[in-house]
């Protein structure tokens, strides 16, 4: 660089046009390959949302609740009986409340007979 200012003409000259080439590299099989992707691509999106979009929640099943709950141990039972309980009687569970925090626990039986009732 000389420092001098080029004129209009020279930096015309100067400037190259752009030639893309005819064809991308790699040919038709690139562009196909590339199409198929996006294809693929656009269907699993599609099948995720067509999923999510018609997709139920299942309804609450206490008795399979009940059976679940019979297998776990004594404390865990104890416990699963009771957000049971807080979810389909939360008025029973408030008058429960106060007896979770006495050093002795909650009698088992009573607890499942508890929740046979409002369940």
């Known amino acids: ?7 209009e003409e020279t930096l015309q000259a100067s400037l190259h046009d752009i030639r893309l080439p005819s064809e ?3 040919g038709f099989a690139a562009e196909l390959a590339a199409t198929l992707a996006l294809a693929c691509l656009g269907a699993l999106v599609l099948g995720a949302g067509m999923r999510l979009a018609t997709v139920r929640a299942r309804p609450p099943d206490p008795q399979s609740d009940l059976t679940r709950i019979a297998a776990l141990p004594e404390d865990a039972r104890r416990v699963a009986l009771l ?3 807080k979810t389909h009687a939360p008025d029973r569970f408030e008058a ?3 007896s979770l925090y006495r050093p002795e626990p909650l009698d088992l039986a009573e607890l ?7 369940v």
């Open 1 to 7: 660089m000389t420092g001098e200012a080029i004129t």
């Open 24 to 26: 991308a590299p790699g």
């Open 83 to 85: 957000t049971l309980l």
């Open 96 to 98: 429960l409340k106060q």
């Open 112 to 118: 499942q007979a508890e929740v046979a009732r409002h």
